[in-house]
């Protein structure tokens, strides 16, 4: 019989990270939108000192901390390129 896994405030925080990414880098009628939150995520991977995985960015973003992820999610949000 399966575990009821608990999902905690880190698992949480990765998804709602990657589900706002894939929506911008899918966001039609907008060529810089891929570009722009890509740019977004590595800049800020790099300035934490994580190592980042072109070719796995779940794993990228779970390398953060809580606090790093969070800031991460609100620079998203803020940067407003799924909004445009």
């Not at 794993?59 to 620079?75: A, F, G, I």
């Amino acid at each position: 019989m399966a575990k009821n896994i608990q999902k905690t405030t880190e698992y949480k925080l990765g998804l709602q990270i990657m589900e706002y990414w894939f929506k911008c880098i899918s966001k039609k009628n907008d060529r810089y939108a891929d570009g722009d939150i890509n740019e977004l995520l590595e800049e800020f991977v790099h300035d934490c000192n994580v190592s980042y995985h072109s070719d796995d960015l779940d794993r990228t973003v779970l390398n953060l901390t809580n606090s790093q992820k969070r800031k991460l999610y609100k620079m998203m949000l803020d940067s407003g390129v799924l909004e445009r």
